[in-house]
């Protein structure tokens, strides 16, 4: 069964950089799919933040490209979210995922990280 | 990208049934047959219930369907259940490996 677990601080101050890191466990990272990152702020919708694939290869969501970095640790099976200059409204609950290339689709999610933008 | 749009609420009676629906572009939904549909409890992660306009995820029960016409997804739910009341949103394919979802359509059960 593959699961992923999200893990970092839950709270980071304004203009300073979030990061999130996601473990995979019961699939090899490094064989294939997509790893996304989607996030939702509280009470609100869902929004794609980010996604890894084949070879290292990344691809961002416009509004966010400016600030959004994801990686690979291929040697402890996780992958990481670094978004810089963060303020209130980055608040949100982060969610790693599984992402089918092609069609898109999320079979896999974390249970979701909730990160606060507060001095 | 903006993003797609839907309905904030759709409500309904046990066994009746209810369409969401959710509007892209030609450059999402319009473009591709990769909508997918997710169904998302209070304090939850959400659940896949529909890939590729109308492909059941597993263990998902047929009275969720999928469809597509044009620009227009929907999601049908057929004998309303109490446990149908959630969050509902769509994704799609955008180009380019971009996603993106849905503002969510809250399902109430009455």
């Known amino acids: 069964q593959v699961q992923l677990q999200e893990s970092g601080p839950g709270l980071v101050k304004p203009s300073e950089t979030l990061s999130l890191t996601c473990a995979v466990s019961?699939?090899?990272?490094?064989?294939?799919?997509?790893w996304a990152w989607i996030r939702q702020p509280p009470g609100e919708g869902l929004e794609w933040i980010g996604s890894?694939?084949?070879?290292?290869?990344?691809c961002y969501n416009p509004s966010l490209k400016s600030r959004v970095s994801i990686s690979v640790d291929t040697s402890r099976n996780q992958f990481s979210l670094r978004l810089s200059s963060v303020t209130a409204a980055d608040r949100a609950v982060y969610y790693c995922?599984?992402?089918?290339?092609?069609?898109?689709?999320?079979?896999?999610w974390g249970q979701g990280a909730l990160v606060t933008v507060s001095s | 990208q903006s993003a797609l749009t839907q309905p904030p609420s759709a409500s309904g009676s046990p066994g009746q049934s209810v369409t969401i629906s959710c509007t892209g572009t030609s450059s999402d939904v319009g473009g591709y047959d990769y909508v997918s549909w997710y169904q998302q409890h209070p304090g939850k992660a959400p659940k896949l219930l529909i890939y590729e306009v109308y492909k059941w995820s597993s263990g998902v029960p047929d009275r969720f369907s999928g469809s597509k016409s044009g620009n227009t997804a929907s999601l049908t739910v057929s004998g309303l259940q109490a446990e149908d009341e959630a969050d509902y949103y769509c994704?799609?394919?955008?180009?380019?490996?971009?996603?993106?979802f849905g503002g969510g359509t809250k399902l109430t059960v009455l």
């Open positions: 890894l694939y084949h070879g290292g290869n990344t």
């Open positions: 019961g699939y090899s990272i490094s064989d294939g799919y997509y």
């Open positions: 994704s799609s394919y955008a180009g380019s490996n971009i996603v993106v």
């Open positions: 995922a599984r992402l089918w290339g092609g069609s898109s689709h999320v079979d896999y």
